[in-house]
């Protein structure tokens, strides 16, 4: 992505508009459940852009869906850290 095709961030904004409609019809903590989404998809952005991705909803998903799986590993650790003090 970059001169020739638009930025990772420029397509994750236009990913997201195209999402408003769906987003407004959510209940308030559903919102920022969606807002939270797209913020941590940004968090790829330099490894989405890097990998110039001929679809880049695909890099917008894959982003989120590496987000999700950090958050549970980082979870998990704390679970099995917890259930070690306790034995």
């Known amino acids: 992505m970059g001169r020739t095709n638009p930025t990772f961030r420029d397509a994750l904004r236009r990913y997201r508009e195209s999402w408003a409609p ?3 019809a959510l209940r308030a ?3 920022a459940d969606f807002d939270r989404l797209f913020s941590r998809a940004s968090e790829h952005a330099a490894a989405a852009g890097n990998a110039n991705p001929a679809d ?3 890099a917008v998903v894959l982003s989120m869906l590496l987000s999700q799986e950090r958050e549970l590993r980082r979870l998990r650790e704390r679970v099995d850290s ?3 003090t306790d034995e």
């Open 56 to 58: 880049p909803h695909r």
């Open 22 to 24: 769906f987003r407004r």
């Open 29 to 31: 903590e559903d919102k």
């Open 82 to 84: 917890t259930q070690q």
